[in-house]
């Protein structure tokens, strides 16, 4: 059964940094471009970052460009994000993805439940 779960999310200062985490099974995450989503209250999807099968090939938003990092680790099956410098605006739920092909592009057809990250002081 392919499932994807995330965690890693909390309660932050601004500044502060967090690492989510997206652990999948029922598939290998080095046959998937995977990535990030999040969604605020009131707001409209964003896609925050995505890895290809090539880890060398990264996307970010303008918005996380030089504060947030993408990773994978092939072994645990697993996908990260890194979040520094971290904003109030971050304050969203954040979804791990799997797209349907190998690169960045085109659209994704699983995703995990979501964990929620909130910058606040």
């Known amino acids: 059964q392919l499932q994807l779960v995330e965690s890693g999310g909390g309660l932050v200062q601004p500044g502060g940094s967090l690492r989510l985490s997206c652990a999948a099974s029922?598939?290998?995450?080095?046959?998937?471009?995977m990535g990030w989503f999040r969604q605020a209250p009131g707001k409209e999807r964003e896609g925050v970052s995505c890895v290809s099968i090539l880890s060398s090939i990264t996307t970010y938003a303008d918005s996380v460009k030089g504060r947030f990092t993408i990773s994978r680790d092939n072994a645990k099956n697993t996908v990260y994000l890194q979040m520094n410098s971290l904003k109030p605006e971050d304050t969203a739920v954040y979804y791990c993805v799997r797209y349907s092909g190998r690169l960045c592009t085109g659209s994704y057809n699983y995703w995990g439940q979501g964990t929620q990250v909130t910058v606040s002081s």
């Open positions: 029922g598939f290998s995450v080095t046959n998937y471009a």
